[in-house]
């Protein structure tokens, strides 16, 4: 199976098979038609004698200043280097690559007017891993994420910087490396480069793929904790949530009855005198499929935008190119901004079970521990997912709710999108701990519950946490424990279904 930038439908499996090398992606004979058609209505305007923005004008504040046919090249180089104005760390190389991989599939569309010697270019570089180094602070993501673009773009060039052999170095060594020539940016290519919204979509399209996993661990994880705690599975049966029937709940409580099928644990104490759990287990449905609703609407919505056109201005003919909006990043922003609250709140109820292990009811030992007093057992990890959630909701103040005006007013509303992005990547970040935690405690409680067996995926998932964490006798360091069920999770090791 081969994808066709330009003429395929883009997903964010799609998207990652790429990057990662397990799907070959091409510009075919019909591409190179469209962009070369489009390349063509550019030469005609900027030709012409009619003030066209971006491709014989300045930018922003100053596209009312026209630019004659000698100064177009340079207008276009001075629109990278001056825009590559990013700060702090690089972002993740994949996120730089999959930015290339969706930018090479909006150029391809035929609407922006690049040269197909360009697109080519980029594309030797996504085959060949070679990476511009992208710094992850810079973007208000309105006019596209103009800074963190411009550095993307920069070694095309020759400027800005590439991985080489994990070592950042100049673009030049990677380009003489592989026996490249640095390319001169023509009329109307710069804006191409740099208007989008591909930063935004990198960091949507990494966390979606996270999410997606961490949403399934997150029921197994409660899953685990309903077994440690002897819960009931009837809050999961389907007549339940036939009669609110919300996607992601019904999802959740089939998933659920799933995982606890067959528990001999659990089928135990059908009878018991118990009414019903805290929410933090009888609601997973609720809560865990309100997270996934949101993930769904992040998902169409960054579905969509992968195969849009966000460049500005769009060419639609010899004689027009239409500067609109297509850049804004506000769509994305507040689907991200609600999807980090909804990744949050996947933290807050699963450091709530592991309280609940903890308290030393039904049967359970306080601190999850036989010796207490002498031995502090499971006290502290709790602690540690207390701060995380507490970090969590600091970071789910929704950038796209703020906006500071720029370039002297032209662009006097923007999305912050790119901070929506990044923070909803943190978010994730640490549900990987969190959900760690829990299940370190949920393979504690199920020890005291033998020689009950459960369900087949909870044994599994079981097993998988004994081969690395041994059950907790005595007290021992456990932040290597800690780290060991952070790599599991992070490998994604565990059994979902």
């Known amino acids: 199976m081969t994808f066709k930038y330009g003429i395929d439908h883009l997903t964010v499996d799609k998207v990652l098979a790429i990057s990662k090398g397990t799907l070959d992606a091409v510009?075919?004979?019909?591409?190179?038609?469209?962009?070369?058609?489009?390349?063509?209505?550019?030469?005609?305007?900027?030709?012409?004698?009619?003030?066209?923005?971006?491709?014989?004008?300045?930018?922003?504040?100053?596209?009312?200043?026209?630019?004659?046919?000698?100064?177009?090249?340079?207008?276009?180089?001075?629109?990278?280097?001056?825009?590559?104005?990013?700060v702090g760390n690089p972002i993740d190389k994949e996120l730089s690559k999959i930015m290339m991989i969706c930018k090479v599939h909006a150029l391809c569309q035929g609407y922006s007017g690049v040269r197909l010697e360009l697109i080519e270019r980029i594309l030797y570089f996504i085959d060949h891993d070679l990476l511009p180094v992208v710094p992850e602070q810079g973007s208000v993501g309105a006019s596209g994420d103009l800074a963190p673009l411009s550095h993307l773009f920069l070694p095309l060039m020759g400027?800005?910087?590439?991985?080489?052999?994990?070592?950042?170095?100049?673009?030049?060594?990677?380009?003489?490396?592989?026996?490249?020539?640095?390319?001169?940016?023509?009329?109307?290519?710069?804006?191409?480069?740099?208007?989008?919204?591909?930063?935004?979509?990198?960091?949507?399209?990494?966390?979606?793929?996270?999410?997606?996993?961490?949403?399934?661990?997150?029921?197994?994880?409660?899953?685990?904790?309903i077994e440690g705690y002897q819960g009931s599975a009837s809050p999961f049966r389907a007549e339940l949530h036939k009669i609110r029937p919300f996607k992601g709940t019904m999802k959740v409580a089939k998933r659920m009855s799933m995982l606890l099928y067959k528990s001999q644990n659990l089928n135990a104490h059908e009878n018991c005198e118990r009414v019903q759990d805290p929410y933090s287990m009888r609601c997973i449905p609720q809560v865990h499929g309100a997270s996934r609703n949101a993930y769904y609407h992040l998902k169409e919505l960054t579905e969509i935008e992968m195969n849009s056109v966000t460049d500005n201005p769009i060419v639609l003919s010899d004689t027009e190119a239409i500067s609109g909006g297509n850049f804004h990043g506000q769509p994305l922003a507040m689907a991200l901004d609600y999807a980090s609250?909804?990744?949050?709140?996947?933290?807050?109820?699963?450091?709530?079970?592991?309280?609940?292990?903890?308290?030393?009811?039904?049967?359970?030992?306080?601190?999850?521990?036989?010796?207490?007093?002498?031995?502090?057992?499971?006290?502290?990890?709790?602690?540690?997912?207390?701060?995380?959630?507490?970090?969590?909701?600091s970071?789910?103040?929704?950038?796209?709710?703020?906006?500071?005006?720029?370039?002297?007013?032209?662009?006097?509303?923007?999305?912050?999108?790119?901070?929506?992005?990044?923070?909803?990547n943190q978010?994730?970040?640490?549900?990987?701990?969190?959900?760690?935690?829990?299940?370190?405690?949920?393979?504690?409680?199920?020890?005291?519950?033998?020689?009950?067996?459960?369900?087949?995926?909870?044994?599994?998932?079981?097993?998988?946490?004994?081969?690395?964490v041994p059950k907790l006798e005595d007290d021992r360091i456990l932040k290597n424990d800690i780290n060991m069920m952070i790599q599991l999770v992070k490998a994604q090791v565990f059994i979902l279904k």
């Open 27 to 86: 510009i075919t004979d019909e591409a190179k038609d469209q962009v070369v058609a489009c390349r063509k209505k550019v030469e005609t305007m900027a030709a012409g004698d009619k003030a066209v923005y971006g491709i014989n004008t300045g930018f922003g504040p100053l596209c009312d200043v026209q630019i004659t046919v000698e100064e177009t090249n340079k207008l276009q180089e001075n629109l990278l280097i001056t825009h590559a104005v990013g």
């Open 159 to 225: 400027e800005g910087e590439f991985w080489i052999d994990n070592k950042i170095e100049p673009a030049k060594i990677g380009l003489e490396k592989h026996q490249l020539t640095p390319l001169t940016l023509q009329a109307k290519e710069g804006l191409g480069l740099i208007n989008g919204t591909q930063f935004i979509l990198a960091h949507a399209i990494m966390g979606l793929n996270k999410m997606g996993y961490l949403l399934d661990l997150a029921d197994v994880s409660g899953a685990m904790s």
């Open 341 to 393: 609250i909804a990744a949050s709140e996947l933290g807050n109820i699963s450091d709530r079970r592991c309280y609940l292990l903890l308290e030393g009811k039904f049967g359970l030992p306080r601190l999850l521990t036989s010796g207490g007093g002498l031995n502090s057992g499971f006290m502290i990890p709790q602690y540690t997912t207390a701060a995380l959630v507490t970090e969590n909701k």
């Open 395 to 424: 970071l789910c103040f929704p950038p796209s709710a703020d906006s500071v005006p720029t370039s002297l007013g032209q662009e006097d509303h923007v999305s912050m999108g790119s901070i929506s992005g990044r923070k909803f």
């Open 427 to 468: 978010i994730l970040g640490n549900i990987d701990k969190i959900l760690a935690i829990e299940l370190m405690y949920g393979a504690q409680a199920l020890e005291f519950r033998r020689p009950n067996t459960f369900s087949d995926i909870i044994e599994e998932n079981f097993r998988i946490i004994r081969g690395k």
